[in-house]
């Protein structure tokens, strides 16, 4: 799939961008992004021209007030939603062109989702959340419970494989959010504030599990204000109002 596309790219202007990709061997290309939100006569810029390149085991960090737009953007970088306008390559796919089904595969093996509420299913179990996208891109069911007991016991939540959302602590059910992310060991994680909310004991265990991404070698983007995260970060990338105002490079 990869060769066809960048042997046949869709129009000429394409050209120079994959080539930019190759050659900076660029995981995420977020080109000129827009995404607005029409309430009535309102019209909020959520996301507003952005571009972001995004190198192989860069570990970004966004930063930003409040309805900055960054969870629109990592909604946006990550398939989850569509810009109005602009285009977004993913492991030189352009999955602003692809359709729901053929995207929702590719987000599985490709994008590891870390919400700031979690977002598990509730009548799962934690060890059935964690099994979910492995159960989605098809991998056995001896293999899928043997890979989460290990995620779970990786992330210190062993003994409470047959727990419900509802019987976790708010830390537990980000940790199995963390396992479920990591189910399908997809290259690129991307996170929103997944250490809000949580006690200092918790957010550091959280905060060495990204260490360990880090290491493991994932291309990672967060959204956080959590100084420990920012310190792993090799850039960070200062939101307002829909537009990167500042990016540094560490
Ligand atoms: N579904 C929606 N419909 C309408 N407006 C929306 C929607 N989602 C977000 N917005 C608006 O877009 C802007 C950006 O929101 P977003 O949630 O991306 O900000 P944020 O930087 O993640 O904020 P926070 O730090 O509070 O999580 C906000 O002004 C918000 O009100
Ligand atoms: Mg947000």
């Known amino acids: 799939m990869e060769r066809e596309f960048l042997e046949e790219p869709k129009d000429l202007e394409e050209i120079p961008v994959l080539e930019e990709i190759k050659e900076k061997n660029l995981v995420i290309f977020a080109q000129n992004l827009i995404k607005d939100y029409e309430i009535g006569d309102f019209v909020v810029k959520a996301v507003n021209d952005v571009t972001l390149r995004v190198k192989e085991r860069d570990f970004v960090v966004i930063t930003g007030p409040s309805g900055a737009g960054k969870t629109t953007l990592l909604n946006l970088i990550g398939g989850l939603d569509f810009p109005n306008s602009g285009a977004i390559y993913t492991n030189k796919v352009k999955i602003t062109d692809m359709q729901e089904e053929s995207l929702a595969l590719f987000r599985l093996m490709n994008t590891g989702f870390i919400f700031q509420n979690y977002n598990l299913i509730s009548t799962l179990t934690a060890e059935e959340n964690v099994m979910f996208p492995m159960n989605l891109a098809g991998m056995l069911l001896k293999e899928q419970r043997e890979r989460a007991v290990s995620l779970l016991r990786k992330i ?17 059910q980000q940790r199995v959010a963390i396992a479920r992310a990591l189910a399908n060991n997809p290259p690129i994680i991307l996170a929103d504030e997944p250490t809000a909310n949580l006690d200092k004991v918790t957010s550091e265990f959280i905060r060495d599990l990204f260490l360990d991404m880090k290491n493991g070698e994932k291309t990672i983007i967060i959204a956080t204000h959590d100084d420990y995260l920012i310190q792993l970060a090799t850039r960070i990338i200062s939101f307002e109002d829909g537009q990167i105002i500042e990016e540094k490079i560490v």
């Open 156 to 172: 210190g939540l062993g003994d409470r494989r047959e727990h419900l959302p509802f019987q976790l602590s708010a830390g537990e």
